[in-house]
């Protein structure tokens, strides 16, 4: 008997990087990894979980959460309002209180992802300046891996350098910022126009063409510059792209537009949903979807993903590095708004939100959410996701997979909404029904393909050992929502749908190589224009308890 094998037996295996779709196999795991069974019929597993007539897939992997770092923060402590009618989360033997809402306190967040059956979830959005603030936070959110996106579309010495027309210093500061903050993948929110924000009231830039006040250059040469340097370095994942004039009625045309400067580089396209509307200046009554056209372009483009940020109807808050769409959202719903400017490097804004099924606007961009889904072709290339919490929790992903697997469900769901989205959109003629396959795909192996993150996503051999086992059920979203089991790096953290123990995940990041030569300059930068030295800047090793470094692509 081995003290540290652990197999599964006899579950309906799916695992679509391997070519495995639904097969009954055996997985072996030692340790943190999944290993070949072993050769030898007398070594037997210290455990075995009997998984016969239950599904077994990959743990999933979230690429595009706002979980850590000072504008959740400031939205848990904003919104009490949020948490006093959700029942808390109790202490227990094995973990910690917390609270629920729309943004849950750290340790709960950690357990309800695991009890979700996902092993890993990225916070899409950290300023540099505060990405200590965001560890400091992961320390604190159990049970899964993570890891932060770095806000680089609106830095002051990156707009200096492509000003400059300096690619080579473009990539070299990404790559040393990338390092300081121990980040995993490069964002870019409303580039340029966080900048305009900062610089005029109410200021945003209105296409990818204006250039930034100050700095002369545009949202299309930002794009292009660090989509370039990503690249160059070879980062795991490619740029992340919120893209310019989110959420107004007309955005689709800057959609197409970044997609076409991204020609020729990799590019993400996150919470595309919000990206994707036609119609004109303000005007409800022209507000349409613009997805055909869209996804159209994806499909033909492989060097495109995307994902979707689905809006589900009830309350939940919004936040974004965004400052001038929090401000807009502010104004449209008259809630109450926090705004925030993070010196040379990005701004934030925060505002309550109710998605309303009446609403012809938050119907219209329900339906375009699930047409993103069904119309994209590759499932490879189309990650789930809600934005959490923008357009909904992470905890509605369950609903979103029971609307893609089941027409009838969506057929059903299609009539409670504003009746107009049948004009408005194509949704009502989709006949597309997403298989248990393709639903693995979306939501653990393409996501954990597409950040370049090769030991998850799958059940091969050196697989990280995170797997998700579910009792099958005729209703896909309660299926979805109780695992039977979850296994994090070899450890059963939930038996029988019950947590029965916490565990701590790892912070994944990259430190890809640059010329050490651009040090001397950036401390001359910080000398002149930043509040904290060059030296206290950077997220030291030591700083991260358990950090694991992946490497660029080769
Ligand atoms: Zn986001």
Redesign the pocket.
């Known amino acids: 008997m081995s003290d540290s094998l652990l197999k599964i037996s006899g579950g309906t295996v799916h695992d679509p990087r391997n070519q495995v779709d639904g097969e009954v196999r055996d997985i072996w795991i030692s340790g943190d990894r999944i290993v070949s069974a072993p050769n030898d019929p007398q070594v037997l597993p210290a455990r075995t979980i009997d998984a016969s007539g239950l599904v077994v897939m990959p743990g999933g992997v979230d690429m595009?959460?706002?979980i850590a770092g000072p504008k959740v923060n400031v939205a848990r402590k904003m919104r009490p309002e949020d948490r006093r009618s959700d029942v808390p989360v109790p202490r227990t033997r094995h973990t910690h209180s917390g609270t629920l809402g729309s943004v849950p306190s750290t340790f709960a967040t950690g357990y309800k992802y695991a009890g979700l059956g996902y092993t890993t979830a990225f916070d899409?959005?950290v300023p540099p300046l505060s990405a200590r603030h965001a560890h400091e936070e992961f320390e604190d959110t159990p049970c899964i891996d993570k890891g932060i996106y770095v806000l680089m579309g609106n830095n002051h010495y990156i707009m200096t350098a492509l000003k400059g027309g300096d690619p080579s210093r473009v990539k070299a500061f990404v790559a040393w910022l990338l390092s300081a903050a121990k980040g995993y993948a490069v964002k870019l929110?409303n580039p340029g126009g966080v900048e305009v924000w900062k610089q005029r009231a109410a200021g945003n830039v209105d296409g990818i063409d204006q250039p930034v006040d100050s700095f002369d250059v545009t949202p299309r040469q930002i794009i292009r510059g660090i989509a370039r340097a990503v690249d160059e370095l070879a980062l795991p994942h490619a740029v992340h792209v919120?893209c310019n004039n989110l959420g107004l009625p007309g955005n689709w045309t800057t959609t197409l537009e970044t997609l076409k400067t991204l020609d020729g580089h990799r590019g993400h396209l996150?919470?595309i949903q919000f990206h994707s509307y036609g119609g004109g200046d303000e005007d409800e009554n022209s507000f349409n979807s613009k997805v055909v056209p869209l996804a159209d372009y994806v499909n033909q483009h492989e060097n495109i993903t995307v994902d979707v940020?689905q809006v589900l109807f009830g309350q939940t808050t919004s936040?974004?590095?965004d400052s001038p769409l929090g401000y807009y959202l502010h104004k449209v719903y008259g809630t109450k708004w926090f705004s925030g400017d993070i010196e040379l490097e990005a701004g934030c804004g925060i505002a309550p939100i109710t998605y309303r099924n009446k609403s012809l606007i938050h119907a219209i961009q329900w339906a375009i959410g699930l047409e993103w889904y069904l119309l994209v072709d590759d499932p490879w290339r189309v990650a789930m996701?809600t934005?959490?919490p923008?357009g909904g929790s992470f905890l509605a992903y369950p609903q979103i997979i029971r609307l893609l697997m089941d027409r009838n469900f969506r057929r059903e769901a299609l009539k409670r909404v504003h009746p107009a989205v049948v004009q408005r959109s194509t949704l009502a003629a989709l006949e597309r029904e997403y298989s248990l396959n393709e639903i693995c795909i979306i939501t653990r192996a393409g996501p954990a393909k597409i950040l370049g993150l090769d030991r998850k996503g799958h059940l091969g051999v050196g697989a990280d050992a995170d797997i998700t086992i579910y009792a099958p059920h005729e209703d896909k979203q309660l299926m979805f929502e109780l695992p039977r089991y979850v296994i994090k790096s070899g450890n059963v953290l939930i038996e029988d749908c019950e947590l029965r123990m916490s565990h701590e995940g790892k912070t994944l990041h990259v430190s890809p190589e640059y010329d050490r030569e651009i040090e001397r300059d950036i401390a001359d930068w910080f000398e002149k224009y930043y509040s904290v030295q060059f030296r206290n800047y950077p997220v030291s090793e030591d700083y991260i308890r358990r950090a694991e470094l992946i490497p660029c692509r080769k």
Do not use: K, L, P
């Open positions: 595009h959460s706002h899409a959005a929110v919120h996150t919470h940020g936040m974004t590095g996701s934005d959490h923008n």
